[in-house]
C-alpha cells in the first residue's frame, strides 16, 4: 500500500478548478480546448464502391465480365449457385475489410445490394 501511494503521489496532474467569469463564462485550464476526433473521415464515395464491387465480381471465375453491371442478379442474371454468391461476398469483405454478419451476407444476392451495404457500412475501406 505505501508503495502504491507512493507511487501515486509521482503520477498525480495538478488540477484548476473552474473559474467563472462575469457572463457565465468559464474558465476550464488545461482542458480549454477541445479536439473532436471522427470514427471514420475517409470514407469511401459512391463511385469507389460501384468501381471495386464490379471489379471483385468481375475476377470471379464463373462470371462473364461482360455481364456484370451496377443491378446484376447474382443468381439469376449470372447463374451463379448459392456457394458461388456466399465466396462473391467473402471476396467483397476481403476487398473492403469488412466483416459481414451471416444474417446481412444471407440477403446480398446482387451487386446493387453488396454497393448499398458497403458504401452503407461506416468502416468501410
Do not use: W
Not at 453491371?69 to 462473391?88: A, R
Amino acid at each position: 500500500m505505501a508503495l502504491r501511494n507512493a507511487v501515486l503521489r509521482h503520477l498525480r496532474v495538478p488540477v484548476q478548478n473552474l473559474a467563472v467569469r462575469g457572463s457565465n463564462q468559464s474558465q476550464i485550464g488545461f482542458l480549454g480546448s477541445i479536439r473532436a476526433f471522427s470514427s471514420h473521415d475517409d470514407h469511401l464515395s459512391k463511385q469507389d464502391v460501384v468501381d471495386r464491387v464490379l471489379d471483385v465480381v468481375k475476377s470471379f471465375p464463373k462470371v462473364d465480365p461482360a455481364k456484370v453491371t451496377p443491378d446484376v442478379h447474382f443468381q439469376k442474371d449470372l447463374g451463379l449457385d448459392s456457394l458461388d454468391t456466399v465466396e462473391i461476398v467473402m471476396a467483397i469483405e476481403e476487398e473492403f475489410k469488412l466483416e459481414i454478419p451471416d444474417k446481412e451476407a444471407d440477403k446480398i444476392d446482387s451487386c446493387s445490394l453488396a454497393i448499398e451495404y458497403v458504401f452503407n457500412h461506416p468502416m468501410s475501406s
